[in-house]
C-alpha cells in the first residue's frame, strides 16, 4: 500500500477535457486517477456525455518510469457517474482501491 499521493491541477485524460467542468487528477503510487465531467463543448450551455450516457467518468491509467504521464492509456479501471458528488466520491473511492494495490 502507497501513502504517495500527489493531486494534479490538470485533467488525467480525455481530449476534451478542457471544455470539461469537474476535474480530478490523483497520482496514487504508480497509478493515475483521472476523473472529468461536466463537458461542454463548443458553445453548448448545457452538459453533454462523456461515454455511455453518463456524465462524469473515472479512469486509472499505470504511471510511467518518471511519474510524469501514464505508461500507456490503457485504462485498467473505469466507473461512470451522473452527478458532480457522485464523482468526486467515486475519484476518492477509486484512489483508495488502487492505492491498497
Partial sequence: MSNDWTWHGKA????????CCFRLHTAVGEYRVSTIGCYH??????????GADRLYETMVFRNGPDGSEPHDWIELDAHGYY???AAEAGHIAMCWKWNAR
Fill in 83 to 85: 452527478d458532480e458528488h
Fill in 12 to 19: 488525467g485524460h480525455f481530449i476534451g477535457a478542457s471544455r
Fill in 41 to 50: 463543448p463548443g458553445d453548448s450551455e448545457q452538459p453533454h456525455p462523456v
